[in-house]
């Protein structure tokens, strides 16, 4: 199985659909553009989205962040759809179905973050994994809350400067 990482533009809005047992998935056209001028080349990917077992929201959540134009990074698995054009010649296309989907900070901003809660977790970016939250105890005289960072020494006696 190869993973591959690409990064490019959504070039179709992603369509969202439920399998039959009710799973959500979509799917959305890449363009990966490499070069320039005369050198420029574009390989097409039809980028395939689906939730699950670690992930019920994921193809929900990607059909509504990326649009079209986005610039997105996918890490996934490369796989190939053969199929007959309507002309009778054999195609096939590149597929990479998603593991992750990112939208590149390089040429967008975000506006807004929303974060899903999880099984076992209230939604709170404090909350890992204990219930006092953020890992430290309510009671260690820190009100919940990591202790404040230590200054920084000088060149003298700080061995990382």
Request: net charge negative; with cysteine; hydrophobic share 30%.
């Amino acid at each position: 199985m190869a993973i591959a990482t690409v990064t490019g533009n959504a070039a179709s809005e992603p369509k969202f659909n439920l399998t039959k047992a009710g799973n959500g998935w979509c799917s959305f056209s890449l363009a990966e553009n490499r070069g320039t001028g005369e050198n420029k080349k574009t390989t097409w990917y039809k980028v395939k989205v689906f939730s699950g077992q670690y992930s019920e929201n994921f193809a929900e959540n990607v059909s509504k962040s990326v649009k079209k134009g986005t610039r997105v990074t996918v890490v996934g698995r490369i796989e190939t759809d053969e199929w007959t054009g309507n002309d009778g010649t054999a195609k096939t296309d590149l597929v990479l179905v998603a593991d992750d989907v990112a939208i590149n900070l390089r040429y967008a901003e975000v506006t807004d973050v929303v974060k899903n809660a999880r099984d076992g977790d209230s939604g709170s970016f404090g909350n890992r994994g204990g219930s006092s939250g953020g890992g430290y105890a309510a009671n260690n005289g820190t009100g919940g809350y990591a202790p404040e960072p230590v200054a920084a020494g000088t060149v003298e006696n700080d061995p990382f400067f």
